[in-house]
């Protein structure tokens, strides 16, 4: 059985679900594709001025070169885009993907699960084995660039701290 943390229901219990997943939320996703799209515009326009900047632009080439760096951008916003973070919680613990990042952490070693705050931003951290594990999801604010809020994001914690306290108990 597959459950998704959006919108979680604030009387769901944890210990039926085999498998939990928390989600950018439907605003987050826009904004993170919004976001990837106008870094790409920024990357671009100093290509532009770098050509313009070097006299290249009025040859050929240098139209090329903008023709082959708008592609290169699409492609990888493209794959930044469908790259979205995610969380799943199972029996064994917590496996958490960001991109290319991974991090798998079991319900054993977990000490302790907090929020940190800095500023508007509320990241989720995971306290073990003497480190700290930052996880993608569930988050909100942050800067202009950031994916937003997550009006859940308390009762997501809470559904966390739920999962830690039955599966890490002997």
Not at 10 to 38: K, M, N
Not at 41 to 70: C, F, P
């Amino acid at each position: 059985m597959m459950a998704s943390a959006e919108p979680p229901s604030p009387s769901s219990s944890p210990a039926g679900a085999a498998t939990l997943v928390f989600h950018l939320t439907a605003a987050q996703r826009r904004r993170y594709r919004i976001g990837v799209a106008g870094v790409a515009a920024i990357v671009w326009s100093l290509g532009l001025v770098r050509l313009v900047v070097s006299g290249r632009v009025t040859a050929s080439s240098g139209y090329l070169g903008l023709v082959v760096l708008a592609l290169a951008l699409g492609a990888a916003s493209v794959t930044t885009g469908r790259v979205l973070p995610v969380v799943v919680l199972d029996g064994d613990g917590v496996r958490a993907r960001w991109g290319f990042r991974r991090a798998a952490v079991p319900w054993s070693s977990v000490r302790g699960i907090t929020v940190r705050e800095r500023g508007v931003a509320r990241r989720v951290v995971l306290d073990h084995d003497g480190r700290h594990t930052v996880l993608p999801v569930p988050l909100t604010g942050g800067s202009i660039l950031s994916p937003g809020a997550d009006p859940a994001l308390d009762h997501k914690v809470d559904l966390l701290r739920q999962w830690w306290q039955e599966r890490s108990a002997p």
